[in-house]
C-alpha cells in the first residue's frame, strides 16, 4: 500500500483511475521512495509518478535527451534497466516521450494520480497494459 504523510498522519495514495496505488516494481526496487511504489509528496520535484514498462526505443529516447536509464550505477544502488523492468518514470518525460512517440506502456493501478498534472488520462490509457 503506497502511503503520503500527511502533517504527522499517514493516509493511501490514489492512482490514476482513483482506486488504492498499487506497487509499481520491487525487482528493480522503484519510486522516488525505493519502495516499490510511485508514491510522490513535495519534495519529488520530478514527478516520479508513472509506472512504466521499458523499452528499447523508450531507454534510447531517455539517454539521448541526458538521463541514462539503463547504464548500471553501482554507487546508487541501480543496477541500469532493461526492456520489460519497470519503473517510476518522471510524469513529464513521459509526456515528453509521447510527444515524441516513444512512450512506453504504463500500469495505472500503479501510476500515481499526480501524473495527470502532467499527461492526460486518456493518453495514458492508450498506453496502458492493465485495462480490458
Not at 493516509?11 to 496505488?21: A, C, D, M, Y
Not at 508514491?39 to 512504466?52: F, I, L
Not at 546508487?76 to 509526456?95: H, V
Amino acid at each position: 500500500m503506497a502511503y503520503q504523510n500527511d502533517g504527522g498522519r499517514r493516509r493511501s495514495q490514489k492512482n490514476v483511475l482513483g482506486g488504492e496505488l498499487a506497487s509499481c516494481s520491487t525487482d528493480p526496487v522503484t519510486g522516488f521512495f525505493r519502495d516499490g511504489c510511485c508514491n510522490t509528496s513535495p519534495q519529488d520535484v520530478g514527478s516520479h509518478t508513472v509506472c512504466a514498462v521499458m523499452t528499447a526505443e523508450f531507454l534510447a529516447f531517455s539517454k539521448a535527451r541526458g538521463n541514462d536509464l539503463s547504464t548500471p550505477m553501482p554507487e546508487y544502488q541501480f543496477p541500469g534497466l532493461k526492456p520489460g523492468d519497470r519503473w517510476c518514470l518522471c510524469a513529464p518525460r513521459w509526456q515528453e516521450a509521447f510527444l515524441a512517440g516513444n512512450a512506453p506502456s504504463v500500469v495505472l493501478a500503479a501510476t500515481q494520480e499526480g501524473a495527470l498534472e502532467h499527461a492526460e488520462l486518456a493518453d495514458l490509457k492508450r498506453f496502458a497494459i492493465d485495462l480490458n
